[in-house]
């Protein structure tokens, strides 16, 4: 028997061969996706790590002195994570010149110091009593490598002693350190935001009498999450040895660990159900050969039957021929599959991770195989099952309908059902079991349609035939009855539809990721600075610009509402900002207009002494009067200057302005100070301010005619009272309670404009509850720059004079153009700016492009496009299974004289016909999947939504499906010559 399995296997080697390819190829496909998955959430890892901010890639614990009294640090050890430990002093270093080129320094130590210092001159600290400066500090205290330099900890306390100097030489210099370095752990300390730094041995350090923060660090690595649970229990237990030794322990690295575990999970529930279609194809393309071997062995399982062979024998025969070469073609093709995706992982996964073997890959490429036995199977079910006369006939008998065409009519339209349902039912950007819908959809309505397209195809051939057009009445007919051909329609009509969604899903996902990076990031570039105030930001920026074409001040506004409010300068903002497509059809520059109506008139005075009127009308006996003004330089700088007793009557008071002797400042703030045991009773009027020439630097009419914005009263806290009066700005209060006597000078326009996307209330709480500020809409946006359709903007000039007060702008930052000169950062710098970190839009997109969405996307497309080729070879096959067919195909028709040129066109026009049917089909079930299973699509790694993605494709899409249409159109060439080879031989 063994030896007859093998001479059935020869004498049909070529479908054997054939049944070992396509199996293999679905072996490969099935092993693929757990081993890409595998290796892109290696990719991912790395890409989350570096995008990571430093305080979610570092746990970092420090105590002031070591409990346990030894000398050497706890070191706790993580497995992927990096553990670095040190010791710094606050000191105080003294020059070569004494007390008088003293400066606040810290002295400190980490491991592996050296490694991570620019020196620019000189060398590190090694041996003991030496010592490594900034070259700032060097500059500031004038000295050169091998000079000694005093180090000394400051007293704690007025009772502790001064303690004696330290004396340690200077043998180098080096660069201010990278603030996104995660080396230096967010540590102010060590990246001398405040004070700079000096690094030295830690004997040096210990040398340093005083008291000392130790401080150990713990970096991850992307290799720290690889086994997400023992990396929660290596933590724990870390956090507990550390507590354990009276360490304080903060990090934020918990935020990245559920990214990972997101971004995993998404992997996870898309990449293995993209392999599907891909063994499901190989799966039909198998089934289409194993059939029409069977068709060209007919008349031998009919003879076999005639001569009595039992059907138990028959049947094992059948399925071991096709068994073999199935079995065969495991292990090549678990190793194409690894090998095809080492190949892919190393071109286009970020960071070419390596690919390693695993598990869920063998287990996937069983199924995958026992999937090719069953549909061997399948392929030989009829012709074993049909009557011995019917397996004799030299020509097919065609059924119409019958049970077969029922169930697989049935099936096709429960797969469409299913589809539908399973679209439906998946969560926005879930993707999972939702991405198998294009797959449900594809399949039902190939089936469908390819039980209904041979009716019209054989009418139209008829009708042809009957007008005399031989080519095309032949190839409508050969297309209406072919043997196997509405298997290839369903074929194409799931790999266009697979092609066309994926294509689709890539396209919207990249428009996405293109507008959210532009949007979320803002401008080209994005610096962020040192916290300082808003005014002081905006002179900076527009000192450094004074163009206005390149940078931009911007900061967010804290306002008590789920509205998400930026304040940008808007006299900048068309000329930096970037304005996709995605904003709408306003315009950026008339979106400044909106923001800003009218310019605003600040009170302002020049003078480096001034003489202020004031007129105490009425006070409760026994209280105290004074007077504080509030003043804003024009670099931002702020000063408070005070009468600190006013009489009654008219009196002029002097005070010192040396904020305002230079350039003019804004008087942002008038507050009578009252002191009283009992009622809270004063009226005073302030006059003019003069310098002391006399001149009026601010009259008290303008006092008087400016818009003063009053503290929110309510029952336990009044107000003052305001108006203009004959000498100036008359100022009252007559009440029990203590009343809020702050009157902030606000130019700005009540209500204030905003431009905005999303809902808005009426008005918005600033300055932490206190300032309630009424706000009118006077522009509507689809997104805004950086919080997308749930945010607003407003004029940051505005904003700052509304609820800025006496605090720093939150989260400052400056927007660069992409055409900024490439000194414009030194000259933020030389105007008092300290940046802290940049950003920007490429970078993002880069980002988006890297993460588990992207990485998901690109082997849905790289399966599709595969599948492209799948259904080229499922051509060929048939083409090759014609050579061998009994009734003698299309050839009989030359001795009936119609010509060889005739009968090779309609073999052509059928095999085009048959391709441009399924690529119709297969685009119209890819457009029915994206209307309904569009919403599964997993677009970005964090589940964002405010900038939603686009809904359709754009037009660059029809470009690699028009590709595709090509490589099968010159198939159908080459299979049209394959296929008529033989039957020119015939004739």
């Not at 009772?159 to 080396?183: A, H, I, K, M, N």
Request: hydrophobic letters at 50%; one cysteine or more; charged letters at 20%.
């Amino acid at each position: 028997m063994t030896a007859l399995l093998w001479a059935m296997v020869r004498a049909r080697r070529g479908l054997a061969v054939i049944t070992l390819l396509l199996t293999a190829l679905a072996a490969a496909a099935a092993a693929a996706g757990p081993l890409y998955q595998d290796a892109a959430a290696e990719s991912l890892r790395g890409v989350e790590v570096a995008a990571a901010g430093v305080d979610e890639r570092v746990v970092t614990a420090q105590t002031s002195d070591d409990p346990r009294g030894g000398d050497q640090p706890l070191r706790p050890y993580v497995p992927g994570m990096i553990t670095l430990s040190g010791t710094s002093a606050q000191v105080v270093v003294t020059g070569e010149q004494g007390e008088e080129n003293e400066r606040g320094m810290f002295l400190a130590t980490r491991t592996g110091i050296c490694e991570h210092l620019v020196i620019v001159r000189g060398r590190c600290a090694t041996g003991e009593r030496e010592v490594v400066l900034r070259e700032d500090a060097g500059r500031d205290l004038a000295v050169l490598p091998g000079q000694d330099l005093a180090f000394r900890v400051p007293p704690a306390g007025s009772r502790e002693l001064e303690r004696p100097p330290v004396r340690l030489t200077v043998v180098g210099f080096y660069q201010p350190v990278r603030l996104d370095d995660p080396y230096w752990g967010d540590r102010e300390i060590l990246t001398g935001l405040d004070q700079p730094a000096a690094f030295a041995t830690e004997r040096t350090v210990a040398a340093v009498e005083g008291s000392r923060m130790r401080m150990v660090d713990l970096l991850v690595t992307p290799a720290a999450f690889d086994d997400m649970d023992r990396l929660r229990d290596d933590l724990g237990d870390a956090e507990s040895e550390l507590d354990a030794g009276g360490f304080g322990v903060d990090s934020e690295l918990s935020k990245l660990i559920a990214r990972i575990k997101d971004g995993e999970s998404q992997l996870a529930s898309s990449l293995l159900l993209a392999a599907v279609p891909l063994v499901m194809l190989c799966w039909l393309v198998l089934f289409i050969a194993v059939a029409g071997g069977v068709e060209q062995r007919r008349g031998e399982l009919g003879l076999t039957a005639l001569r009595g062979v039992p059907a138990r024998t028959r049947w094992w025969l059948a399925t071991a021929e096709t068994s073999v070469p199935v079995l065969l073609a495991v292990i090549p093709g678990y190793l194409l599959g690894y090998a095809a995706t080492a190949l892919l992982a190393t071109v286009a996964l970020p960071g070419s991770p390596p690919v390693y073997l695993n598990p869920a890959s063998a287990l996937y490429t069983a199924v995958a195989v026992l999937g090719a036995l069953l549909a061997g199977l399948l392929a030989q079910v009829r012709a074993l099952t049909t009557p011995v006369l019917g397996l004799l006939r030299r020509a097919r008998v065609r059924r119409r309908g019958g049970l077969v065409g029922g169930v697989e009519a049935m099936v096709g339209a429960l797969a469409l059902v299913a589809g539908y349902q399973v679209a439906a039912g998946g969560d926005t950007g879930s993707g999972g079991i939702g991405l198998l819908a294009p797959l449900c959809i594809a399949l039902g309505l190939g089936l469908v349609a390819a039980r209904a397209i041979g009716v019209p195809a054989e009418r139209l051939g008829k009708r042809a035939l009957r007008r005399g057009r031989l080519r095309t009445g032949l190839a409508a007919l050969t297309l209406a009855r072919g043997g196997g051909t509405h298997w290839v329609v369903v074929l194409l009509t799931v790999v266009f539809g697979l092609l066309g969604f994926a294509l689709s899903a890539r396209d919207v996902a990249a428009q996405a990721w293109h507008e959210r990076a532009e949007v979320q990031v803002g401008a080209a570039r994005v610096l962020q600075v040192e916290t300082l105030p808003a005014a002081s930001l905006l002179h900076a920026v527009r000192a450094a610009d004074p163009s206005g074409r390149y940078a931009m001040a911007a900061m967010r506004v804290n306002v008590n509402s789920e509205t998400k409010l930026l304040a940008v300068d808007s006299s900048r903002f068309a000329a930096v900002a970037l304005w996709p497509d995605a904003y709408g059809a306003t315009p950026a520059a008339e979106v400044a207009r909106q923001l800003r109506p009218t310019e605003v008139t600040p009170l302002s005075l020049t003078a480096a002494e001034v003489e202020i009127t004031v007129t105490l009308d009425r006070l409760e006996p026994g209280a105290k009067a004074g007077l504080t003004l509030r003043l804003v330089g024009t670099g931002g700088a702020q000063s408070t200057v005070r009468v600190d007793k006013l009489l009654p009557g008219t009196h002029a008071y002097r005070i010192a302005t040396p904020t305002c002797a230079a350039d003019p400042c804004q008087v942002r703030q008038l507050m009578v100070d009252l002191f009283t045991p009992k009622r809270y009773l004063v009226d005073l009027t302030v006059g003019d301010l003069r310098d002391l020439t006399g001149k009026t630097v601010l009259a008290g009419a303008e006092l008087a005619g400016h818009h003063w914005r009053l503290p929110q009263t309510s029952a336990a806290r009044p107000v003052p009272e305001m108006a203009p009066a004959a000498g100036g700005l008359r100022v009252w209060v007559d009440s029990v309670l203590t009343p809020d006597m702050r009157a902030a000078a606000d130019p700005a326009p009540d209500p204030l404009p905003l431009v905005a996307a999303g809902e808005l209330p009426p008005e918005l709480l600033g300055a932490g509850g206190t300032v309630r500020v009424p706000i009118v809409r006077a522009g509507t946006l689809p997104l805004v720059p950086r919080n997308g359709s749930h945010g607003a903007l407003v004029d940051l000039q505005y904003a700052d004079l509304r609820v800025g007060g006496e605090s720093d702008a939150q989260e400052p930052e400056v927007w660069l153009s992409a055409d900024a000169p490439a000194d414009l950062v030194k000259r933020l710098e030389a105007n008092g700016l300290k940046v802290l970190g940049e950003r920007d839009a490429a970078g993002q997109l880069h980002l988006y492009e890297e993460q588990a969405p992207a990485l998901a996307m690109l082997f849905l497309a790289a399966a599709a496009l595969v599948g492209v080729l799948f259904a080229a070879g499922g051509l060929l096959v048939t083409a090759v299974l014609e050579r061998g067919r009994t009734d003698g195909g299309l050839a009989t028709l030359r001795a009936q004289g119609v010509s060889e040129r005739v009968l090779r066109s309609a073999d052509l026009g059928g095999r085009f016909a048959l391709v441009f049917a399924g690529t119709v089909i297969g685009l119209l079930a890819a457009v029915l999947s994206w209307a309904l299973a569009r919403g599964v699509l997993p677009v970005f790694g964090d589940g964002g939504t405010a900038v939603p993605p686009p809904d359709l494709p754009g037009p660059l899409v029809a470009a690699p499906i028009a590709a595709a249409l090509l490589v099968l159109l010159t198939t159908c060439l080459l299979a049209t010559r394959v296929a008529r080879g033989s039957e020119g031989a015939t004739s």
